[in-house]
């Protein structure tokens, strides 16, 4: 069975910083791309970030570039996202997600970040 359990969510006033993990379990971690996505009250999900297997490739949506950042441990089989200079607009339920893009095809139940003062 495929598992993938996020941590890290929390809340955190605009301009602070959050790192959320994936403990993905089921499957072979570095044999797939992973992302993660969110979804914000009221809006449909929204891909914001990739990393290939390896680990050396990755892409952002370009509302969070510059301010994420996505890494993985293939050896802890982790998936991790480094958020930087949170904004309100950040507010959001955050899952980790295997695969990428159109290739996505298990999600986690998520993690919930709210940036507010």
């Known amino acids: 069975e495929v598992l993938l359990v996020e941590s890290g969510g929390g809340m955190v006033q605009p301009g602070g910083s959050l790192t959320l993990s994936c403990a993905a379990s089921g499957f072979t971690f570095s044999s797939y791309d992973m992302s993660w996505v969110r979804q914000a009250p009221g809006k449909g999900p929204e891909w914001i970030s990739a990393i290939n297997r390896g680990g050396d490739r990755t892409q952002y949506v370009n509302s969070v570039k510059g301010r994420f950042t996505i890494s993985r441990d293939n050896a802890k089989n982790t998936l991790y996202l480094q958020m930087n200079n949170l904004k309100p607009e950040d507010t959001a339920l955050y899952s980790c997600?295997?695969?990428w893009g159109i290739g996505i095809n298990a999600k986690g139940q998520g993690t919930q970040v709210t940036v507010s003062s």
């Open positions: 997600a295997r695969g």
